[in-house]
């Protein structure tokens, strides 16, 4: 694949960012770009894959797939699904892809990359409310006020709900991040709950990289709605 226009000398160590996308301009439009890379001793990682905000999806969808097919080589991808999916349910979908990070929402709340299990970054959303639930509790036996006492066992009730809301089991997983021959790339976007595979200009990418994916409530336009609806 042809690296696009938009070659942009970053600086400092000679690192240099690159904006990737379909090589197709013959309509004489704008191509809808997917990736940034950054030149680092000589080896191509990739550093941002993606929609940007408020992308008209058609075409986006569209020129990935173009891209998908003239790939080569061993690449970083972004698989979006059609549907959400329980993570054993994402991971069997990778078809032996080496799986780098999950893409998750959960119901009213804002995509996140998942880099360990969805058991861990449940327990990480929840913290703060484990804790504040936790003080309480302890606080709870020294309160004497019938009113304060209700008033704090009430809260610990609600925290309660809010932590035991999610359950890691349920379907919180909309994509993955992925790295594969792009023949087996190509496979995986056939499967029945993809919806497209992203694929990137690079075989890695950066430690603190930035993947989004489209989340199936996405229909026309990127972060439309930017939350997964509750």
């Not at 690296?3 to 439009?29: E, H, K, Q, W």
């Not at 000589?42 to 408020?54: R, Y």
């Not at 299990?117 to 020294?142: G, K, N």
């Amino acid at each position: 694949m042809l690296f696009a226009v938009g070659l942009v000398v970053i600086g400092l160590g000679g690192l240099v960012a690159v904006t990737f996308g379909s090589d197709d301009d013959s309509a004489g439009t704008q191509q809808p770009t997917s990736a940034t890379t950054t030149i680092v001793k000589g080896a191509v990682l990739v550093t941002e894959m993606g929609p940007g905000l408020d992308e008209n999806l058609a075409p986006y969808l569209k020129a990935r797939s173009k891209d998908l097919v003239k790939a080569k080589g061993d690449r970083v991808a972004v698989v979006s699904f059609k549907r959400y999916l329980t993570e054993p349910e994402a991971r069997a979908v990778s078809g032996g892809s080496t799986i780098t990070a999950l893409l998750a929402a959960l119901p009213g709340g804002s995509p996140s990359v998942v880099k360990g299990s969805v058991d861990d970054w449940l327990s990480e959303q929840f913290a703060a409310s484990r804790e504040e639930r936790d003080q309480i509790r302890q606080l709870l036996p020294t309160v004497d006020d019938p009113q304060f006492q209700a008033d704090y066992q009430a809260r610990i009730d609600e925290l309660n709900n809010i932590i035991g809301a999610v359950d890691p089991d349920q379907p919180l997983v909309f994509g993955l991040v992925v790295r594969a021959p792009a023949e087996s790339l190509q496979t995986l976007a056939k499967a029945s709950d993809v919806r497209v595979v992203d694929v990137g200009p690079a075989a890695a990418a950066t430690a603190n990289a930035v993947f989004r994916g489209v989340r199936p409530e996405e229909v026309t336009t990127a972060n439309d709605p930017p939350a997964r609806p509750a």
